[in-house]
């Protein structure tokens, strides 16, 4: 049986792609730096060579649509969110979770629905331990 290769850690230029086509669903190049250029110029060829890289990598899909080609992800938001979060604590944190949620609030700090939001979280889990 075949293992799938994990999908690589993207760089900060292809997880702006990235939340383009999670938002917006498959796309083409067009579409990708339309969306992009509304925060920032960015050129055709640009997103051209990142989406061809980001294929390379297996960061996305492409499916030819006659002329044009159509991208998506490989893996949804949440996927790519837990990965990432598992690296940094990991390499950052060494594996501590409450280090890391201590910063982060510490950082920036959390809005009151945020907060609820967090103690849910929390009493759910507490409740998952006790059972």
Known sequence: MARE?????????????????????????????????QARATGYTTVLKLLQIMTEKGLVEREDAGRAHIYRPRQTEEQAQGRLVTDLLDRVFGGSAQQLVLRALAARPASSSELA????LLDDLEGEQTE
């Open 117 to 120: 939001e967090i103690r849910r």
């Open 5 to 37: 290769t994990p999908v690589p850690r993207p760089t900060d230029a292809e997880l702006q792609i990235l939340r383009v086509l999670w938002r917006a669903g498959p796309s083409t190049v067009r579409e990708v730096q339309a969306s992009l250029a």
